[in-house]
């Protein structure tokens, strides 16, 4: 349904915009550098999984099938979303933008704003995607399944590994204990993984925090002050920082076994409108439009690990 109610300014105008304009710090969608993006779904995606038992046989002159080789999919099959909002132009007028509107409340907006107003719904698609990934419910509107989710996520019902946090389920990370919790996810990932390039330690940014601590104390390398030129690991496992992970959660998996699918990667943003609606209806509103998809799904559940 569209959203029509009108936004809420605060303001302390006294004649003069700054020009640039300040929101709240989002998330963004940063975990999509960690997962494998597929574009282009128009509608479902099948990630084939392949896996073969006793193929290897000794060589005779004959051909003698041997082995078995199974198939399976998992269905990656986005969902639709969308961003209706009605800004009132008369609201602005009145405001802090006064000065940048011009002269009368039936002139269009200032470029200025309409970027921002642009930018901003774009962040917040991006941090809504970002949610989305770890923890969002398909049940639950403007929302897709999540890796994370509590029996219906990726995770529960993709057969990932399930551990428990040292200490017990639920037990809070601290930059006491962050490093034994690290080694026990290490020390829970399949020997068929450990070692490959594309593995990976997903942690949110206030765990990502406590690992710093953690290491600049021990001062690791010697990097007391973890300078830019370091390179966050663990054990020799790649660690990427997810801001829409929860609290106190951890997950090993290769990057090449997390999927994101979309129709376009660019949807997030690109596709969105600003709609000046006075040549239309007479009316003093802006509507924005934004419409994209989203969806994630786990290949080989059980090379994936999650601690919390």
């Not at 302390?12 to 929101?23: A, D, L, M, Q, R």
């Not at 995606?45 to 999919?73: P, Q």
């Not at 389920?169 to 490959?196: E, R």
């Not at 376009?264 to 802006?286: E, Q, R, V």
Request: a negative charge; hydrophobic letters at 40%.
């Amino acid at each position: 349904m569209p959203f029509t109610g009108q936004p809420t300014i605060t303001s302390n105008y006294s004649g003069k915009v700054f020009g640039e304009y300040i929101s709240a710090a989002l998330k963004e969608a940063k975990s999509l550098e960690g997962l494998t993006v597929l574009e282009n779904i128009k509608y479902k995606e099948n990630i084939r999984k392949m896996a073969g038992a006793s193929l290897v046989v000794d060589a005779t002159c004959d051909f003698v099938d041997a082995g078995t080789l199974t198939m399976t999919e998992a269905v990656l099959e986005p969902k639709n979303l969308q961003i209706n909002v009605d800004l009132c132009k008369g609201k602005l007028l009145s405001g802090w933008e006064a000065e940048e509107m011009k002269a009368g409340s039936f002139n269009r907006t200032a470029p200025s704003f309409d970027q921002y107003v642009l930018s901003y719904f774009g962040e917040l698609i991006a941090d809504s995607v970002e949610g989305s990934i770890w923890s969002g419910a398909d049940a639950s509107a403007g929302q897709f399944e999540g890796f994370l989710t509590a029996t219906t996520g990726r995770f529960a019902t993709g057969g990932a590994t399930q551990i428990d946090s040292v200490g017990g389920a639920g037990t809070t990370y601290t930059a006491a204990n962050i490093i034994a919790q690290l080694q026990n996810l290490v020390a829970n990932i399949s020997i068929n993984i450990y070692g490959k390039e594309d593995l990976r330690i997903y942690m949110n940014m206030k765990t990502y925090r406590l690992y710093i601590s953690a290491i600049s104390t021990l001062g690791y390398v010697n990097a007391y002050n973890m300078n830019g030129d370091y390179v966050p690991v663990f054990e020799g496992i790649t660690i990427q920082p997810c801001p829409g992970m929860p609290d106190d959660t951890l997950v090993a998996a290769e990057k090449s076994n997390l999927f994101y699918g979309t129709d376009l990667i660019s949807d997030m943003g690109a596709s969105m409108k600003m709609l000046d609606m006075s040549n239309l209806d007479g009316s003093d509103n802006l509507r924005v439009v934004a419409k994209f998809s989203g969806g994630c799904q786990v290949g080989i559940g059980a090379e994936a690990v999650q601690q919390d």
